[in-house]
C-alpha cells in the first residue's frame, strides 16, 4: 500500500508529542497504511521537534517510512494527504478575542495558500488550534482549490466529553451510548446534545429519569450540569492540570481523522464541517454538527428534530460564530 502522507503543525508542542507516536504506530490510518510524517513548526519550536523525531526513530515503528521536519509551509505540505493544523498563537495576557483572530489568521492564512498549492489533489485537513472553528473558516477561503468540505475543525473532543458524562451519570459503559451531538463553537457557547442520544438502545432522558429519579431531574442535570461541563470542560482542564487538554484532544483529533477515513459504521460523532445552511446555520461557516462518513469524508445528519430549548442553544452559538467570522472579515483577513 503507498504510504500516506500526514502533515502535523505545532508538532513540537504538548499535543504534537500526545499525537505523533499514536500517528506513526498505525492507531489512525489502520495496521496497513505506512505513513511519512511531516513536522511543521516555527523556529523556535524545531528542537522539540527534531526530539521527538529521535524518540520516533527509536520506536523503530514498522509502518514508519520517514520523519521530516521544516518551518516552511510549502515543504511542509508538499504532497500532504493529510493535514493536522495544531499549531496556534495562544491568547496571551491582555489579549482580546480579535486580537488572537487576527494573530492566528496570521498562521491559518498562509497555510491556507500553501496547501492550496503543494498539498495532494485528496487532502483532508483538520483545524485543532484556536479558535479552532474560525481558523478553519481562514484557512479554506485561502485555498480557493480545495474543496471547502476537505477542511474541518476539531469538536470530537467535545463530543468525546460529552459521551463519557452520559455514561458516568447513567452508571453505563461509553459503548453503550450513542446519538450525542455537539452543534455549534468549539467554545464556551457550544450546545452538547443528549435529545436524540440513547444508552444501550433506550432513550437517554429514559435512563437518565431512572438514574436521577425523575424527569424534571434530567432537566435540571441537563442545563446546570452536563451542559456546562461540556462546554467548559477545557477550562477545567487547564485549571486543573495547569496546561490545555494534550492527550485527549490528540486522541480527538485521531479519532477526527481515523472515522472520516474508515467510517463511522452505524452511529454518528461530531466535528465542525462546513455549513451549506443545514439546521438554519448560516452558509459558510463552520459550524459543528452531527456527522457520519462512509471513507469519503464527512456528511451532516440531517431531519433531526431541535426543540426550543436546543433552537437558542444552537443559534446561541452560531451567533458567536457569525461574529468571529465578522471580525477576521472586517479586518480583511477573509
Ligand atoms: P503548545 O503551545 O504546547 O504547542 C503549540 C505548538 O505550535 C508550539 O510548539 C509552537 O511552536 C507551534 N506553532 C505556533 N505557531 C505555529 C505555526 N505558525 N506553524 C507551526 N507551528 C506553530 O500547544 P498545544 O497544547 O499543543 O495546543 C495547540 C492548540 O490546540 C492550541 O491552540 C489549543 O488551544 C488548541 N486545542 C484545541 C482543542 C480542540 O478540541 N479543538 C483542544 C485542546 C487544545
Ligand atoms: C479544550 O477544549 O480542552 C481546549 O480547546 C481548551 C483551550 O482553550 O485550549
Given at each position: 500500500?503507498?504510504?500516506?502522507?500526514?502533515?502535523?503543525?505545532?508538532a513540537?508542542g504538548?499535543i504534537?508529542?500526545?499525537?505523533?507516536?499514536?500517528?506513526?504506530?498505525?492507531?489512525?490510518?489502520g495496521?496497513?497504511r505506512?505513513v511519512r510524517?511531516r513536522?511543521?513548526?516555527i523556529?523556535?519550536?524545531?528542537?522539540?521537534?527534531e526530539g521527538a523525531?529521535l524518540?520516533?526513530?527509536?520506536c523503530?515503528?514498522?509502518?514508519?517510512?520517514s520523519?521530516e521536519i521544516?518551518d516552511?509551509?510549502?515543504?511542509?505540505?508538499?504532497g500532504?494527504?493529510i493535514?493536522?493544523?495544531?499549531?496556534a498563537?495562544?491568547?496571551?495576557?491582555?489579549m482580546e478575542?480579535g486580537?488572537?483572530?487576527?494573530?492566528?489568521?496570521g498562521?491559518f492564512?498562509?497555510?491556507?495558500?500553501a496547501?492550496n498549492?503543494?498539498?495532494a489533489?485528496d487532502?483532508?485537513?483538520?483545524?485543532?488550534g484556536?479558535?479552532?472553528n474560525?481558523?478553519?473558516l481562514i484557512?479554506?477561503?485561502?485555498?480557493?482549490?480545495i474543496?471547502?468540505?476537505?477542511?474541518?475543525?476539531?469538536t470530537?473532543?467535545?463530543?468525546d466529553?460529552?459521551?463519557?458524562q452520559?455514561?458516568d451519570?447513567?452508571?453505563?459503559s461509553v459503548?453503550d451510548?450513542?446519538?450525542v451531538?455537539?452543534?455549534?463553537?468549539h467554545?464556551?457557547?457550544?450546545?452538547p446534545?443528549?435529545?436524540h442520544a440513547?444508552?444501550a438502545?433506550?432513550p437517554?432522558?429514559?435512563?437518565?429519569?431512572?438514574?436521577l429519579?425523575?424527569?424534571?431531574a434530567v432537566?435540571?442535570?441537563?442545563?446546570?450540569?452536563?451542559?456546562?461541563?461540556?462546554?467548559?470542560?477545557?477550562?477545567?482542564i487547564?485549571?486543573?492540570?495547569?496546561s490545555s487538554?494534550?492527550?485527549?484532544a490528540?486522541?480527538?483529533a485521531?479519532?477526527?481523522i481515523r472515522?472520516s477515513?474508515?467510517g463511522?459504521g452505524d452511529g454518528?460523532t461530531?466535528a465542525?464541517?462546513?455549513?451549506?445552511?443545514?439546521?438554519?446555520v448560516?452558509e459558510?461557516?463552520?459550524?459543528s454538527?452531527?456527522?457520519?462518513?462512509d471513507?469519503s469524508?464527512?456528511?451532516i445528519?440531517?431531519?433531526?428534530?431541535l426543540?426550543?430549548?436546543?433552537?437558542?442553544r444552537?443559534d446561541?452559538?452560531v451567533a458567536e460564530?457569525t461574529?468571529?467570522?465578522?471580525?477576521?472579515?472586517?479586518?480583511?483577513?477573509?
Amino acid at each position: 500500500m503507498d504510504a500516506t502522507t500526514v502533515t502535523v503543525t505545532g508538532a513540537g508542542g504538548q499535543i504534537g508529542y500526545a499525537l505523533l507516536f499514536r500517528i506513526a504506530s498505525g492507531a489512525m490510518l489502520g495496521p496497513d497504511r505506512p505513513v511519512r510524517l511531516r513536522l511543521l513548526e516555527i523556529p523556535q519550536g524545531l528542537k522539540a521537534a527534531e526530539g521527538a523525531a529521535l524518540e520516533l526513530q527509536d520506536c523503530a515503528f514498522p509502518l514508519l517510512r520517514s520523519v521530516e521536519i521544516t518551518d516552511d509551509a510549502r515543504t511542509g505540505f508538499d504532497g500532504a494527504n493529510i493535514a493536522m493544523l495544531v499549531g496556534a498563537r495562544p491568547r496571551a495576557a491582555g489579549m482580546e478575542r480579535g486580537d488572537l483572530l487576527a494573530a492566528n489568521a496570521g498562521i491559518f492564512g498562509p497555510q491556507g495558500a500553501a496547501l492550496n498549492e503543494v498539498a495532494a489533489a485528496d487532502i483532508r485537513v483538520v483545524v485543532v488550534g484556536n479558535p479552532a472553528n474560525t481558523n478553519a473558516l481562514i484557512a479554506a477561503a485561502s485555498a480557493p482549490d480545495i474543496p471547502g468540505d476537505r477542511f474541518a475543525a476539531l469538536t470530537r473532543l467535545d463530543h468525546d466529553r460529552a459521551v463519557a458524562q452520559l455514561a458516568d451519570a447513567t452508571r453505563r459503559s461509553v459503548t453503550d451510548v450513542a446519538g450525542v451531538t455537539i452543534w455549534g463553537n468549539h467554545s464556551a457557547t457550544q450546545f452538547p446534545d443528549l435529545d436524540h442520544a440513547t444508552v444501550a438502545g433506550r432513550p437517554a432522558r429514559e435512563v437518565l429519569a431512572d438514574a436521577l429519579g425523575g424527569a424534571d431531574a434530567v432537566t435540571r442535570w441537563l442545563d446546570d450540569e452536563f451542559v456546562p461541563r461540556v462546554a467548559k470542560r477545557g477550562a477545567e482542564i487547564i485549571a486543573v492540570r495547569g496546561s490545555s487538554s494534550a492527550a485527549s484532544a490528540a486522541n480527538a483529533a485521531l479519532s477526527h481523522i481515523r472515522d472520516s477515513l474508515l467510517g463511522t459504521g452505524d452511529g454518528w460523532t461530531s466535528a465542525a464541517v462546513l455549513s451549506r445552511g443545514e439546521y438554519g446555520v448560516a452558509e459558510g461557516l463552520y459550524s459543528s454538527f452531527p456527522v457520519t462518513s462512509d471513507g469519503s469524508g464527512y456528511r451532516i445528519v440531517e431531519g433531526l428534530s431541535l426543540d426550543d430549548r436546543a433552537r437558542a442553544r444552537l443559534d446561541a452559538s452560531v451567533a458567536e460564530l457569525t461574529a468571529e467570522r465578522d471580525a477576521v472579515r472586517a479586518l480583511g483577513l477573509i
